[in-house]
């Protein structure tokens, strides 16, 4: 046999090849184009009935019962509909449609499925249980936080945090902690799910602002200024004044501008001293502003003139937000007969301020 | 006897299962409602037939919401119309900056439908008053 020959053999085995995997793609599009259409069209007659049920416009219980009643192999097709709507609406809708799910023994499954050998089946798993917030179902979760896992884990935080059981927050912030190899829960994920538990959660915020692990006093001090825990107000000063790590004291300072009140004045004042970090003074001159005291005044007007630009416009902002004395303050400092940095800081935020429209008429001309 | 005409309200949003339960909850609230799945058909259909109020999602393809606002408040002929922000995006600079585009309102999903429902007829009743 020639070259020549060899390789026009050879050609057309490629040719077959390629022909014949376009075949392959082509079906199996068409097959799976048709089961979808073949589907759409078995549920249409429950799409209806569906959207009357998630728009709580099913006050008859027409709809209900035509759901409830469905046969298991077209509650199999009809599930991932219901699935889907339900991270959609709140309220009343979400109710029926976790009952719904209820009915059809999905609540039930999920929980036995938890303990499934495969990752993405223990995950789908406790993210139904979270969609529907099953209260009983918060012991069940809980110990997936300690899952082999990362993923199983994260969606178990999100789902406890959906349930918004108190109980489950020590957990969160166990999971918190990189250990036995597993990375911790990432710090937003945790704090999210926190807040989403209530006040209820108080007493562990107390016991994590005191953990050993920086990662765990974060998320608690985060926590506590976001969900204005006032309770935790004297260890967030504890942990300003004597925590080794920065990115604590720097979220007790944000925590203390949102809970604290005026005797924390003196303690967010001190760590806008020129000795301590960028990020912490600017942090303390940006919760002074929150915190609104006017004992705040003298300290932010001094921090104008600040070398640190960013510092200096901090402080400007939190005297525009403290009102009307701390915007005199400003006007003084911008109308000062040597322009200087302070002068430069103020103006800035009296136009910033004038162009949100928080200074009055008087003020508008700075 | 002719019927009354039905106040007009657009929905845009290219999430088909919240589309079809707004129109349908609006629909059965009384409203005639035109529902579009992008952010183009919402403007097209806004500038060529203004509707009383739009319920739009802000994270459409093409336009978003957000744009779609923009366009609206700029056209002399449609600035003065009605919108809700529709959207999954609940941070505080997301809700500042839409109603600072210039929504009306501004709702975060999930979403309670009558909760929705009640938004829109205060602005009507806001906007008949």
Request: glycine share 10%.
């Amino acid at each position: 046999m020639s070259v020549g020959q060899v390789l026009l053999i050879a050609d057309a085995v490629i040719g077959l090849s390629c022909a014949s995997s376009v075949a392959v793609i082509a079906i199996a599009k068409f097959g799976r184009d048709r089961g979808g259409a073949r589907s759409s069209a078995l549920l249409a007659p429950y799409r209806h009935a569906l959207i009357a049920m998630a728009s709580g416009e099913d006050e008859e219980g027409q709809a209900r019962g035509v759901l409830f009643a469905v046969s298991a192999p077209t509650w199999d097709r009809l599930r991932p509909s219901v699935v889907a709507f339900l991270p959609k609406v709140r309220g009343a809708p979400a109710d029926d449609l976790g009952e719904l799910l209820r009915s059809h023994g999905e609540i039930e499954a999920a929980k036995r499925m938890l303990i499934s050998r495969s990752a993405v089946r223990r995950a789908r798993a406790a993210y139904l249980l979270g969609l529907v917030r099953d209260p009983d179902s918060a012991a069940l979760v809980l110990p997936l936080l300690g899952d082999p896992d990362e993923d199983v884990r994260l969606v178990a935080a999100r789902a406890l945090g959906a349930i918004g059981e108190p109980s489950a927050a020590r957990g969160v912030l166990h999971a918190l902690r990189t250990q036995h190899g597993q990375i911790g829960l990432p710090a937003w994920v945790a704090a999210e799910a926190l807040l989403s538990m209530g006040v209820q959660i108080a007493p562990a915020l107390q016991i994590g602002l005191a953990s050993e692990d920086p990662a765990v006093r974060n998320v608690c001090a985060v926590v506590a200024g976001l969900g204005t825990f006032a309770s935790v107000a004297p260890q967030l000063r504890i942990l300003l004044a004597t925590d080794s790590e920065g990115d604590v004291r720097a979220s007790a300072a944000v925590a203390l501008g949102r809970v604290g009140g005026a005797e924390d004045v003196v303690a967010l004042a001190r760590h806008t001293d020129a000795s301590e970090t960028a990020v912490l003074r600017r942090t303390c001159a940006t919760a002074l502003g929150d915190l609104g005291q006017r004992e705040s005044l003298d300290t932010l007007v001094g921090l104008l003139g600040d070398g640190d630009c960013r510092l200096a416009a901090l402080a400007a902002d939190s005297l525009v937000r403290i009102g009307s004395e701390g915007i005199a303050r400003l006007q003084e400092a911008a109308a000062a007969t040597r322009p200087g940095p302070s002068a430069r800081a103020a103006l800035g935020a009296l136009d910033l301020a004038g162009l949100r429209g928080q200074l009055g008429v008087s003020g508008g001309g700075a | 006897m002719t019927e009354p005409v039905k106040t007009r309200i657009l929905v845009a949003d290219d999430d088909r299962d919240i589309l079809d339960l707004v129109v349908f909850k609006l629909t059965q609230a009384g409203y005639e409602v035109v529902g579009v799945a992008d952010g183009s058909a919402a403007l097209a259909a806004i500038e060529a037939d203004p509707p009383r109020l739009a319920i739009l999602d802000v994270m459409m393809p093409g336009l978003s919401g957000i744009d779609v606002l923009r366009k609206v408040r700029a056209n002399e002929a449609t600035k003065d119309l009605d919108v809700i922000l529709l959207t999954a995006r609940s941070r505080d600079s997301d809700v500042d900056a839409g109603f600072a585009t210039g929504a009306s309102d501004y709702v975060i999903k999930p979403f309670s439908p009558r909760e929705l429902l009640h938004r829109v007829n205060a602005l009507l009743a806001r906007g008949n008053g």
